[in-house]
């Protein structure tokens, strides 16, 4: 199993940035797929972005493409979202989600592992 814990969400302006990281521990040694998931009220979770086990292969949502990057650290367990140019409808809470395999799954059904979720509030 893998365990996730998500940091660096908090209070920012429009136009502002924040670094999410998703630190991972437990069996970290198999090849994984991370994805980054968010939740606004009322809505459903929706992806935001997804990277697989090697760091090569990035995925993103059209809604954060150009302004959100995601990437991994392997040696350190550990992945992370760079969001830049924040509007107010990024406000959600944001999860990272891990899956065992070489894919890069695109539901939350399919990664089995989360983290507990960190908010990001944007004001205008």
């Known amino acids: 199993q893998v365990q996730l814990v998500e940091s660096g969400g908090g209070l920012v302006q429009v136009g502002g940035s924040l670094r999410l990281s998703c630190a991972a521990s437990?069996?970290?040694?198999?090849?994984?797929?991370l994805g980054w998931f968010r939740q606004a009220p009322g809505k459903e979770r929706e992806l935001v972005a997804r990277i697989g086990w090697t760091g090569t292969t990035t995925l993103y949502a059209d809604s954060v493409k150009g302004r959100f990057t995601i990437s991994r650290d392997i040696a350190k367990n550990t992945g992370y979202l760079q969001m830049n140019g924040l509007k107010p409808e990024d406000t959600a809470v944001y999860y990272c989600?891990?899956?065992?395999?070489?894919?890069?799954?695109?539901?939350?059904?399919?990664?089995?592992?989360w983290g507990q979720g960190t908010q990001v509030t944007v004001s205008s």
């Open positions: 437990g069996r970290t040694s198999r090849a994984y797929a």
């Open positions: 989600a891990a899956n065992y395999g070489l894919g890069m799954p695109s539901v939350p059904s399919d990664y089995a592992y």
